[in-house]
């Protein structure tokens, strides 16, 4: 079993930044994909970013340019550095892991508020 951690949401203005963190417990945390996922009220969840176990990393359009997904295997800690937020970036965000024998896991998620 996998646990992860979230921490980091808030609530920010417009233009403003955040870092959110998720911390897995467990093994093989080097050798899974990490992602980040968000769900605003009333919409579906949808992926935000990835990272795989290369370092290799992908992101929604809506981010580009404005969200890095970084991981720090060390410390069992994936990362997402939030700049120039939006309102519409306003929702839920949740840490997903994907383990090498493709069993995945969810965090509790984690508020992110942006106001205008």
């Known amino acids: 079993q996998v646990q992860l951690v979230e921490s980091g949401g808030g609530l920010v203005q417009a233009g403003g930044s955040l870092r959110l963190s998720c911390a897995a417990s467990g093994r093989l945390f080097n050798l899974s994909r990490m992602a980040w996922y968000r769900q605003a009220p009333g919409k579906q969840r949808e992926l935000v970013a990835s990272i795989n176990s290369g370092g290799f990393t992908n992101y929604a359009d809506s981010v580009k340019g404005r969200f890095t997904i970084s991981r720090d295997n060390a410390k069992n800690t994936v990362y997402l550095r939030m700049n120039s937020l939006k309102p519409e970036d306003t929702a839920v965000y949740y840490c997903?892991?994907?383990?090498?024998?493709?069993?995945?896991?969810w965090g509790q998620g984690t508020q992110v508020t942006v106001s205008s």
């Open positions: 997903n892991t994907r383990r090498p024998n493709n069993d995945e896991y």
